[in-house]
């Protein structure tokens, strides 16, 4: 008899039917060359970001929230070809690529891929270990 074999469905799938902040970490390494003036910048080589989003998602009726899979997807579809080992001032729009304006960028890129049911409800965008910015619903609302 195998270690599961005794174990059932539960009677009762989902516990509560509340909406739950999902939480997701992607890294990605690239090139920069970030602009202070016209004539003033500094370029990042090999450089690594880190992002985290926070996704709005209800529970369905299994007492699952958004599908940690599809959360995934999106990004490996519609982000990490454009960020990640990429020279940002090639790949993203014609922008100063700093960690403010890359941030916002990949808000309004991730946001427009999710479903209706389901929204971003924060983005931390990392440019070190000890520092960052953070783009929430109510500052992308203003």
Known sequence: MAKFDHVRPPQ?????????????HFTFICDNRIYFSETSYTDLENHKYRLEMEIWSKTDEHGLAVDFNMIDDIYNQHLRPLLDHQLLNDTLPDMNTTVENIAHWIWLRFNEQLPDNISLNSISLYETQDQGIK????????
């Open 135 to 142: 783009l929430t619903r109510n500052i992308m609302a203003q």
């Open 12 to 24: 009762h799938f989902a516990r509560h039917h509340k909406t739950l902040l999902v939480i997701k």
